[in-house]
């Protein structure tokens, strides 16, 4: 009683705070309408980004004209709100409680947040409510369905609603259509939900209830459609659903249901479609399955069903998907299914089936199969030729059993054919030449059997190919150079065989490759260069003794041409390169590679006095100007206005920039901080004591014109971001450059991972957020149209609060002359941050080039290990070995050991993912970087409150 009265109190207060509202609105506006009334401040409450509401004036008499409003034309009362994708956000409002005569409110796939205010089903007229497809949450309280009208449909689905289902949800006789999938409920299903016997759809999928299914399910006659899949539901299927004979879809997979199928279920002639995947039932699949004769898809797949399938199976004329894979089935498959005349999908894999491969499977035409997997089974025999004649088969999977013989020459005759899989067999014989004919096709596995011969030239007209995996079979001769007209292709592997040749040069321009793995052959000469292959991991090209290169760490001999002999006293060409008659004469012998060595030396004399000289020069002239620094107080920043020539251009953006210790400090050794691909980093301290830190340019020669140097340091000034550090100056002589920046105490990320910076490590959520704010960073200067070029651990910076500051951010602007090359070497210092299109010259350079380096950060900050390790007789690639713990299972070999029982695995493993993506070798498969800030932002936010909306 007490709780009631409370409601009673609650929804009180809440009335009075509507009322409250409609007063003030009223006293400013005294002929607002109800609906108006209640519509505005509906609308206050929310955010509209796309101005959709733009149509909602407060002066308007009535919103009938208003968009997503919808009115009785008698009394212009408003009867529908439809706001379906209008990408609002913010809460549901109260204001919604002033249409009294509302009957369908749906704001299906938008951004709101928050809880559902618990009033919304007290509007006597309400039929429909759908807020699906946002990001509302918290519990509904069990009451909630109380005094719920006249409704008919709800749908909660696609939301983080949590909780049990509220138990009032039988007391609401006139719901038709219940949908509160996708979301957190958990418990036990409510044991009066069969009582609504109006009730036609019930769709409870993708949550986390528990429990048996109730009974009395017989009562609901009336139900069309029931979807309980993927819960945790345990148990037998209730005996009684066979007396819901208007049942035309059943949906019970990915639970831990058990037990026999319950004989009434055979009443069901209506039904459709019916998934029973992915639990735990058992026995033989009873005959009278052939009696539901409606069946389009029977789906029985990843239980425990033993025996036989029955024949009765060819009863089921409308069946166009049958799936019967991962049990314990036995002897062959039954002839019968020639019989299905519509059947598009065969599913039979992973069984104890056994017996030759049914030829009927291939050669009825009464078959248009588009999908036969009968893989990881115990068929034996060979292919036959018939298989050419199916020709509408799209997937076709027979690996793992025990075929022998040879692949059909036919296998050019399939067209729609996309995945050929006959790995794992003891298949013979070599790859037909007609496999060209296959043009659809994108994936073929022929791997771990006896196939030899070679790969036919042919191949280069499936153009579609994404994969070709040939690996362990007894292959030779040469890679065909049409291989590299597979523009399509992603991976490759041609391991363990016996190829030979040298690989075509070619192969660098398939942009898509993620791997390409051609170890323990007979190739020789030299890895192709560019693309893919600058990144190829070691792993990829070992076993192959005569291949040479930087990846097999083997130089490649160079190919001299004979020497060249000189004879003084000839003057005749035909006497050049012969020896000398009169041996009393000098002879002298030069090859071209001695010619080419003493012309490098004295060029490299030359070039060494000159730079001796400048570099003279250049220090005078540094010393001079830096002692000349004049400084004066402006507007918007802080410049010297000398021109000698011998004195330099000081500008500061804000605040006193005199330096306590005089300029000559920058060239103090014991002032430096470190040094990087542009040049070195010397600590500075100003009048007011603050200390700064500035980068000497040492790439003047590089740098662009004064102006054009002055207008891009300018732009780099106004960029500010709390990850980054600041730019506050810079300092401007024809022969020095300095660029005057926050100091930031802490040191950077590269030691605090890999040395403890201090002697401690860092935390799983200092880590998280070191991540988070750099991502951030990137996001905002991408943002800002300036990409980074340089990301690594060493320039990220955290300050003394353990905030993430990113530096370096920009400065391939001030350098026009640098190319890509010089890029990679000069500001790309660190081998594995930089992403593999760097490489090719065709590839344009974008901000994915920083994403791929974040991805490294990521893994780096999570594993604790470096991105390129050298081993004794290997080179180790972080994103290589992360990539195959993963997929093994060794998440505990992808998090830093340091972490052990305080890292949180439901964010590290999401983390770890999001680094892998990141690192993708096709740059249009890596995210944005503001794509990356919302992901992280979603692994780290909680769960909101359970408050009430408005």
């Known amino acids: 009683m007490r709780a009631m009265s409370n409601w009673k109190w609650l929804f009180g207060a809440l009335f009075m705070s509507v009322l409250v509202s409609s007063q003030s609105l009223r006293s400013l506006n005294p002929s607002l309408s109800d609906d108006v009334l209640g519509l505005i401040v509906f609308k206050a409450d929310i955010q509209d980004p796309l101005g959709k509401l733009t149509s909602w004036n407060e002066d308007d008499a009535v919103p009938c004209s208003w968009r997503g409003v919808k009115c009785n034309p008698r009394s212009n009362r408003v009867t529908e709100l439809i706001l379906d994708g209008f990408s609002l956000s913010g809460r549901i409002g109260r204001g919604l409680l002033q249409l009294q005569f509302l009957r369908k409110l749906s704001l299906s796939k938008n951004n709101l947040t928050g809880t559902i205010n618990p009033n919304l089903t007290m509007l006597e007229y309400l039929r429909t409510v759908d807020v699906s497809e946002n990001s509302l949450s918290g519990s509904i309280s069990d009451d909630f369905f109380k005094q719920c009208g006249s409704l008919r449909v709800i749908s909660l689905a696609k939301n983080q609603f949590m909780g049990k289902v509220p138990g009032s949800l039988s007391s609401c006789s006139t719901l038709v259509a219940v949908n509160l999938s996708s979301n957190q409920f958990s418990g036990p299903l ?70 026999n199928l319950p004989q009434t279920m055979q009443k069901l002639s209506l039904c459709k479609y019916l998934s029973l995947s992915k639990n735990s039932f058992e026995g033989e699949v009873p005959k009278w399955i052939g009696e539901m004769k409606s069946l389009e898809k029977l789906d029985l797949s990843g239980n425990r069903f033993l025996g036989q399938i029955p024949t009765s199976i060819g009863n089921l004329q409308s069946l166009k998907a049958l799936d019967f894979s991962a049990n314990g089935f036995t002897g062959s498959l039954p002839k019968s299914i020639e019989n299905c005349e519509n059947l598009l999908a065969l599913d039979c894999s992973r069984n104890l089936l056994a017996g030759d491969l049914p030829e009927w499977v291939f050669s009825d035409d009464k078959l248009k199969l588009q999908v036969l997997d009968l893989s990881g089974n115990g068929f034996s025999g060979v292919m036959f030729p ?77 153009s579609a190919l994404t994969s070709m995996i040939l690996s362990q079979n007894d292959f030779t001769g040469p890679i065909p150079v049409a291989l590299a007209e597979l523009t399509n292709l992603q991976n490759v592997d041609l391991s363990f065989n016996k190829l030979t040749g040298s690989l075509p040069k070619q192969l660098a321009n398939l942009v898509h490759l993620v791997s390409f793995n051609i170890s323990h052959n007979n190739f020789q000469g030299e890895v192709p260069a560019g693309g893919f292959f600058n990144t190829i991991s070691p792993f990829s090209v070992s076993g192959n003794p005569s291949l040479c290169g930087a990846f097999v760490d083997r130089s490649c001999s160079a190919v001299l041409p004979k020497p060249i002999v000189l004879n003084p006293n000839s003057s005749s060409d035909s006497t050049a390169g012969t020896l000398p008659t009169n041996p009393s004469h000098k002879r002298i012998t030069l090859s071209i590679s001695a010619l080419i060595a003493i012309g490098a030396a004295a060029v490299i004399v030359v070039g060494v006095i000159a730079i001796t000289v400048l570099n003279l020069r250049v220090r005078s002239s540094t010393s001079r100007s830096a002692v000349a620094i004049t400084l004066s107080a402006g507007e918007d920043f802080s410049c010297s206005p000398t021109t000698d020539a011998n004195s330099g251009k000081l500008v500061m953006f804000s605040g006193d920039p005199d330096f306590s210790t005089g300029a000559h400090t920058l060239l103090n050794k014991d002032c430096e901080l470190g040094r990087g691909g542009f040049g070195a980093v010397y600590r500075a301290v100003l009048r007011d004591g603050r200390p700064v830190a500035i980068k000497k340019l040492t790439v003047s020669s590089l740098v662009k014109s004064q102006e054009d140097f002055e207008k891009e340091v300018k732009k780099l000034g106004k960029v500010g971001h709390p990850n980054l550090v600041a730019l506050e100056g810079y300092y401007w002589t024809t022969s020095l450059q300095l660029l005057i920046y926050e100091f930031v105490s802490g040191g950077s990320l590269y030691k605090h991972i890999h040395q403890g910076s201090g002697g401690n490590f860092l935390s799983w959520n200092e880590r998280f957020n070191i991540i988070l704010g750099t991502a951030k960073s990137l996001a905002y200067l991408h943002q800002s149209n300036i990409v980074h070029y340089n990301i690594k651990s060493c320039n990220v910076l955290i300050d003394g609060s353990g905030e993430p500051k990113l530096g370096d951010y920009g400065l391939a602007r001030l350098l026009p002359m640098l190319d890509r090359y010089v890029l990679s070497s000069k500001i790309q210092s660190a081998l594995g941050y930089m992403a593999p299109e760097f490489a090719c010259r065709t590839v344009k350079i974008t901000e994915k080039c920083d994403v791929y380096g974040f991805g490294v950060l990521v893994l780096e900050v999570v594993t604790g290990k470096r991105p390129v390790e050298y081993m004794e007789d290997d080179v180790v690639v972080l994103c290589d070995i992360v990539r195959g713990a993963l997929e093994e299972g060794r998440v505990e070999d992808c998090v830093d050991g340091k972490l052990e029982g305080s890292f949180q695995a439901e964010e590290a493993i999401p983390v770890i993912k999001l680094g892998l993506i990141c690192t993708s070798q096709v740059p249009s498969n890596r995210p944005d970087m503001a794509e990356v800030v919302n992901i992280l932002d979603l692994l780290r936010c909680p769960s909101e409150g359970q408050e009430d909306l408005g």
Not at 226 to 235: A, E, F, M, V, Y
Not at 250 to 256: A, M, P, R, T, Y
Not at 425 to 446: V, W
């Open 190 to 259: 409510p044991s009066g939900i069969w009582e609504l016997n109006v009730l036609r759809s019930l769709d409870l999928s993708d949550n986390l209830l528990d429990g048996e299914i109730p009974k009395g399910i017989e009562a609901a006659k009336n139900l069309r459609a029931i979807n309980l899949s993927n819960n945790q539901l345990t148990g037998r299927v209730p005996d009684g659903i066979g007396s819901c004979l208007l049942l035309r879809s059943v949906d019970l997979s990915d639970n831990s249901l058990s037990g």
């Open 386 to 462: 018939a298989i050419g004649y199916s020709s509408s088969l799209q997937l076709l999977n027979l690996s793992r059993n025990f075929l022998v013989g040879t692949i059909p020459l036919t296998i050019g005759e399939m067209k729609a054919l996309n995945v050929f899989d006959l790995s794992d067999n003891q298949l013979n014989g070599s790859i037909p030449l007609g496999i060209g004919g296959a043009y659809s096709l994108r994936e073929l596995r022929l791997e771990r059997n006896k196939l030899s011969g070679n790969i036919p030239v042919s191949i280069g007209n499936c």
